[in-house]
């Protein structure tokens, strides 16, 4: 047995272990320490400030200055969503001095007060710039809305609705954003060289203070910017529509004519591509005797004379109507998630030689999106990310007698069949799942894409007649009124 002389070397040892592994938990300390100092202001920077500095602010003929602007946002929202750096991280955008206090200031250095302008407060209803991150480039978008009141001697009168879209494609786009806001600041206000100021002044008059939360009263039976445009009054006239105006009022350009092509779906996501399947993409191309596929360029949407449709991503949607405005569903934006996941995997398999990934890629699937009526922006639908909400939809598909094609149509939505259809009978579908999109398939129509996707109107009742002719138009939606009507008549049929 070894005496306490002959333990002395490994005393020494352990206490030279012991100062070894403190030393190194000191380093690893020290280590983390400066890794949560660096990624700090990695958190911090997850803010984007947008800067007019430098900015031009030109509006021709103008006749008005402002007094200034007042945010009348709902809930003072940041302004919009950037993507910068590496791996394209996200940002929110906001004003350093705060959104009215930084817009009043550029708008009247920009355009100071003469005599003889009208003196008007703008206050935002709307007011967001954002990026979408294709494969090889980026698409910066801007669109704002705004109430417009003239200052009085006795308070502030509604004028009109102002409202703009702009955007733009390059390979980093953050810093056209700033450029975007002037631009639409100058479009927003020579909106105001044909307004109706003895109108304005018959108006009840306001406060600054109730600017906020006031909701002008509907002009002419219309909305925010006067009359209801022509395109929510009158059925839709075949043509094409190269400009959002065109759109609202209802003017497409008929001197081309044009059929309905149908297109090969091509996506990059798998999942994409099974819940597209069974849906119809068209496109229109000219019908000028030759056989050349020429398609048209510089569009915005067009008409086949009863189904609308928008031009979003380099193809057309058909539009459904929501009350006073327009939903579609298209495809969602590169997941940005998933390319984020798919780099650090390929970075993993660089060092480790495998790469491990079960992160599914959304990229391009459905998703319902908005047709914004005063600015024209084509943005995903607000209600999307509230499922839980008490609204309900109904749906209306039926089959008149006499009808074509099979004796029995079988109805499925989002894959779950729920009904079958004989000539003359007709279901009713609800839908509670506010703001998502429908699946909406029919088996047995002697066509290869039986299913179509939408947002149904919560407004008012959805009426789809089904022709089963076995061409493009296999179904119809049908205004309320008409619906209601067929749907009467089968009833007494039945009787």
């Given at each position: 047995?070894?005496g306490?002389?002959?333990?002395?070397?490994y005393?020494g040892k352990?206490?030279?272990?012991?100062?070894?592994?403190?030393?190194?938990?000191?380093?690893?300390?020290?280590l983390?320490a400066?890794?949560?100092?660096?990624?700090?202001?990695?958190?911090?920077?997850?803010?984007?400030?947008?800067?007019?500095?430098?900015?031009?602010l030109?509006?021709?003929?103008?006749?008005?200055?402002?007094?200034?602007?007042v945010?009348?946002?709902?809930?003072?929202?940041?302004?919009?969503v950037?993507?910068?750096?590496l791996?394209n991280?996200?940002?929110?955008?906001l004003?350093?001095?705060?959104?009215?206090?930084?817009?009043?200031?550029?708008?009247?250095?920009?355009?100071?007060?003469?005599?003889?302008?009208?003196?008007?407060?703008?206050?935002?209803?709307?007011?967001?710039?954002?990026?979408?991150?294709?494969?090889?480039?980026?698409?910066?978008?801007?669109?704002?809305?705004?109430?417009?009141?003239?200052?009085?001697?006795?308070?502030?009168?509604?004028?009109?609705?102002?409202g703009?879209h702009?955007?733009?494609?390059?390979?980093?786009?953050?810093?056209?954003?700033?450029?975007?806001?002037?631009?639409?600041?100058?479009?927003?206000?020579?909106?105001?060289?044909?307004?109706?100021?003895?109108?304005?002044?018959?108006?009840?008059?306001?406060?600054?203070?109730?600017?906020?939360?006031?909701?002008?009263?509907?002009?002419?039976?219309?909305g925010?910017?006067?009359?209801?445009?022509?395109?929510?009054?009158q059925?839709?006239?075949?043509?094409?529509?190269y400009?959002?105006?065109?759109?609202?009022?209802?003017?497409?350009?008929?001197?081309l004519?044009?059929?309905?092509d149908?297109?090969?779906?091509?996506?990059?996501?798998?999942?994409?591509?099974q819940?597209?399947?069974?849906?119809?993409?068209?496109?229109?191309?000219?019908?000028?005797?030759?056989?050349?596929?020429?398609?048209?360029?510089?569009?915005?949407?067009?008409?086949?004379?009863?189904?609308?449709?928008?031009?979003?991503?380099?193809?057309?949607?058909?539009?459904?109507r929501?009350?006073?405005?327009?939903?579609?569903?298209?495809?969602?934006?590169?997941?940005?998630?998933?390319?984020?996941?798919?780099?650090?995997?390929?970075?993993?398999?660089?060092?480790?030689?495998v790469?491990?990934?079960?992160?599914?890629?959304?990229?391009?699937?459905?998703?319902?999106?908005?047709?914004?009526?005063?600015?024209?922006?084509l943005?995903?639908?607000?209600?999307?990310?509230?499922s839980?909400?008490?609204?309900?939809?109904?749906?209306?598909?039926?089959r008149?007698?006499?009808?074509?094609?099979?004796?029995l149509?079988k109805?499925?939505?989002?894959?779950?069949?729920?009904?079958?259809?004989?000539?003359?009978?007709y279901?009713?579908l609800?839908?509670?799942?506010?703001a998502?999109?429908?699946?909406?398939c029919?088996?047995?129509?002697?066509?290869?894409?039986?299913?179509?996707?939408?947002?149904?109107?919560?407004?008012?009742?959805?009426?789809?007649?089904?022709?089963?002719?076995?061409?493009?138009?296999s179904?119809?939606w049908?205004?309320?009124?008409?619906?209601?009507?067929?749907?009467?008549?089968?009833?007494?049929?039945?009787?």
């Amino acid at each position: 047995m070894p005496g306490i002389g002959d333990w002395e070397p490994y005393f020494g040892k352990a206490l030279n272990f012991r100062l070894m592994m403190s030393t190194r938990f000191l380093l690893l300390a020290l280590l983390l320490a400066a890794l949560l100092l660096a990624a700090a202001p990695a958190a911090r920077a997850q803010t984007y400030y947008l800067d007019l500095t430098g900015q031009l602010l030109s509006v021709p003929n103008r006749t008005v200055t402002v007094e200034q602007v007042v945010d009348g946002r709902e809930g003072h929202a940041a302004t919009g969503v950037v993507y910068r750096g590496l791996g394209n991280k996200s940002a929110a955008v906001l004003f350093r001095q705060g959104l009215a206090p930084e817009l009043t200031a550029f708008v009247q250095a920009q355009l100071p007060a003469r005599p003889t302008d009208h003196s008007v407060v703008l206050c935002l209803r709307q007011l967001r710039v954002s990026e979408t991150i294709t494969r090889m480039t980026e698409q910066a978008s801007a669109d704002l809305a705004a109430d417009v009141y003239e200052h009085l001697t006795d308070g502030y009168h509604f004028v009109q609705s102002v409202g703009g879209h702009t955007n733009a494609r390059a390979l980093e786009t953050t810093y056209l954003h700033a450029e975007h806001v002037a631009l639409l600041l100058g479009q927003c206000m020579e909106q105001l060289n044909r307004a109706d100021w003895t109108a304005a002044a018959a108006r009840k008059p306001l406060s600054l203070a109730a600017l906020a939360s006031d909701v002008p009263a509907s002009l002419a039976g219309g909305g925010r910017r006067g009359p209801v445009p022509p395109i929510l009054r009158q059925a839709p006239r075949r043509g094409m529509y190269y400009r959002f105006e065109q759109f609202l009022a209802n003017r497409p350009d008929t001197s081309l004519a044009f059929r309905l092509d149908t297109i090969r779906l091509r996506l990059g996501s798998e999942l994409a591509m099974q819940k597209w399947a069974g849906v119809a993409r068209v496109r229109p191309l000219p019908t000028d005797g030759s056989s050349h596929r020429k398609e048209f360029t510089g569009l915005w949407g067009f008409s086949d004379g009863q189904q609308l449709f928008v031009l979003h991503g380099k193809r057309f949607f058909p539009l459904v109507r929501q009350g006073s405005f327009f939903t579609f569903v298209g495809e969602a934006p590169l997941d940005q998630e998933y390319v984020l996941a798919r780099a650090e995997a390929q970075a993993r398999a660089g060092v480790m030689g495998v790469a491990l990934m079960n992160k599914p890629d959304h990229t391009a699937e459905p998703m319902p999106y908005a047709l914004d009526m005063r600015t024209g922006e084509l943005a995903a639908y607000p209600g999307s990310r509230s499922s839980a909400r008490p609204d309900t939809a109904f749906i209306y598909v039926y089959r008149p007698v006499p009808a074509t094609g099979p004796a029995l149509v079988k109805v499925r939505v989002n894959g779950r069949e729920v009904g079958s259809l004989r000539p003359g009978q007709y279901l009713e579908l609800p839908w509670f799942r506010h703001a998502q999109p429908l699946q909406l398939c029919f088996d047995g129509l002697p066509v290869t894409t039986p299913c179509q996707y939408l947002v149904p109107d919560k407004a008012q009742l959805n009426y789809l007649k089904i022709n089963a002719s076995g061409s493009a138009s296999s179904w119809q939606w049908m205004p309320p009124a008409q619906g209601s009507a067929d749907l009467d008549e089968l009833d007494k049929q039945r009787q």
